[in-house]
Nanobody
Framework: QMQLVESGGGLVQAGGSLRLSCAAS????????MGWFRQAPGKAREFVAS????????YYIDPVNGRFAISRDNAKNTLYLQMNSLKPEDTALYFC?????????????????WGQGTQVTVST
């Protein structure tokens, strides 16, 4: 069973950048497609980005495409989300998740392992 721990969240001004990390343990990291999700207060959990097992394919939702970049280092068992040009509407609790599906899954039901989340707050 794989455990996931996110880090790197914080408070940043609009237009700033943050880099989230997700450290995996207890499983074969390279055997899982990985994704980032976010949840704002009072809203449903939302898919943000995903990456396939080898890191050669990625998928983003339109609001973050061109601003965020998902990547992974299978040698370090770590997933990343580089977030640039942050906007107040990006404020949310960000989760990383692992999926046994091939490709770049984007539904919460596709994922079986979840971290506890890291808070990102973007001020105006």
């Amino acid at each position: 069973q794989m455990q996931l721990v996110e880090s790197g969240g914080g408070l940043v001004q609009a237009g700033g950048s943050l880099r989230l990390s997700c450290a995996a343990s207890g499983g074969t990291f390279s055997s899982y497609g990985m994704g980032w999700f976010r949840q704002a207060p009072g809203k449903a959990r939302e898919f943000v980005a995903s990456i396939n097992r080898s890191g050669t394919a990625t998928y983003y939702i339109d609001p973050v495409n061109g601003r965020f970049a998902i990547s992974r280092d299978n040698a370090k068992n770590t997933l990343y989300l580089q977030m640039n040009s942050l906007k107040p509407e990006d404020t949310a609790l960000y989760f990383c998740a692992g999926s046994e599906m091939y490709g770049t899954p984007h539904r919460p039901s596709n994922y079986i392992y979840w971290g506890q989340g890291t808070q990102v707050t973007v001020s105006t």
